[in-house]
């Protein structure tokens, strides 16, 4: 099947510090990725939708100036996390379906885990 | 937001038994899918059924969906200690454009 990779998959940084974290297709093209977060024992929660080619869209209650998402080309999408705070340690995680065909099918990335000291 | 809740938010049993658990969500929906995490991993996609359809199998997983109740139900059949994970509902609404999980459900498989 399809393959999405996040790097790093561990970072540990001291607040106030930024932290970008990449998530790639590396078989398929996604116009569209995903970014979602998970703290501990509870379910993802969406971030935000990367748009290659176009400003990302936010859920509600996120920070687009927190959180910046950059989507350069059709197999990488990138989140910033700019001046990281304690509570902002958690499990970040991209999807994305494949650009051809419809969402039914997303594919998720191992996940990667912030830790803000 | 969380479309669905997940129940129950644990769930402990013994190898061989069935394990089953619950979603319920509250609008509308184009398909719900499963997945299964494991401890700190990414998600696995495991079966997806679209609201036009009552039941799904893959092996030994067993899907149900009710959308007059909107609700589902995953049933793992003959568990084995490798089943032991969060397993999770997800929405598709009718924009289908986006995912909306569940709390999630915990399962332990005690060998």
């Known amino acids: 099947g399809a393959v999405v990779s996040q790097h790093p998959s561990w970072v540990i940084c001291k607040s106030g510090t930024s932290v970008k974290i990449e998530c790639r297709s590396l078989?398929?093209?996604?116009?569209?990725m995903f970014w979602y977060r998970q703290f501990p024992k509870q379910s993802l929660m969406l971030m935000a939708t990367?748009?290659?080619?176009?400003?990302?869209?936010?859920e509600q209650g996120v920070e687009k100036d927190k959180f910046l998402i950059n989507h350069a080309s059709l197999t990488l999408s990138t989140l910033t996390v700019t001046s990281a705070h304690p509570e902002d340690s958690s499990f970040y995680i991209c999807?994305?379906?494949?650009?051809?065909?419809?969402?039914?099918?997303?594919?998720f990335g191992p996940g990667t885990r912030l830790l803000v000291l | 937001s969380q479309q669905g809740e997940e129940d129950p938010q644990a769930l402990s049993i013994q190898e061989g038994e069935n394990a089953t658990m619950n979603c319920s969500y509250k609008t509308s929906i184009n398909n719900l899918q499963w997945y299964r995490q494991n401890s700190g991993r990414g998600l696995v996609h495991l079966i997806l059924?679209?609201?036009?359809?009552r039941e799904k199998h893959s092996g030994r997983l067993r899907v149900t969906l009710d959308t007059s109740k909107k609700s589902s139900s995953l049933l793992i059949t003959a568990s084995r200690a490798a089943d032991t994970a969060s397993y999770f509902c997800a929405t598709v609404g009718a924009a289908g454009n986006k995912l909306t999980f569940g709390g999630g459900t915990r399962v332990l498989v005690k060998p």
């Open positions: 059924i679209r609201s036009n359809e």
């Open positions: 999807s994305a379906p494949p650009a051809t065909g419809g969402w039914e099918t997303q594919y």
């Open positions: 990367s748009n290659e080619g176009s400003k990302a869209t936010y």
């Open positions: 078989d398929f093209q996604a116009t569209t």
